[in-house]
């Protein structure tokens, strides 16, 4: 079963840091593009950030550019996204999926899910 599980999320004030963590198993970060997207109430799925497993690459939004960083553990099939200088706007829920060896921050690109963590950033 191919399953993806978030972690990390929780409750912090401007200006603090969280990392989250998405393990995978039935399958190998290395041979997919895995990218973290959150969802604030209201408001649409949008891409934060991926990562290619076969090389190693990543691209963020311009609205996390300086402050997010994502990271992969092949050893472990985990990525994780370390989020410095958080912002109330960054309140979301966060989801991490699976896809293609393609760069995209699209959300139709990718086949597999997890469950999504909640972040929250207090003023």
């Known amino acids: 079963e191919v399953q993806l599980v978030e972690s990390g999320g929780g409750l912090v004030q401007a200006g603090g840091s969280l990392r989250l963590s998405c393990a995978a198993s039935?399958?190998?970060?290395?041979?997919?593009?895995i990218g973290w997207f959150r969802q604030a109430p209201g408001k649409e799925r949008e891409g934060v950030s991926y990562i290619v497993g076969h090389n190693g690459m990543t691209y963020y939004a311009d609205s996390v550019k300086g402050r997010f960083t994502m990271s992969s553990d092949l050893a472990k099939n985990t990525v994780y996204l370390q989020m410095d200088s958080l912002k109330p706007e960054d309140t979301a829920v966060y989801y991490c999926?699976?896809?293609?060896?393609?760069?995209?921050?699209?959300?139709?690109?990718?086949?597999?899910w997890g469950q999504g963590t909640q972040v929250t950033v207090s003023s």
């Open positions: 999926a699976a896809g293609p060896p393609i760069a995209t921050l699209g959300p139709r690109e990718y086949d597999y």
């Open positions: 039935g399958f190998t970060f290395d041979d997919y593009t």
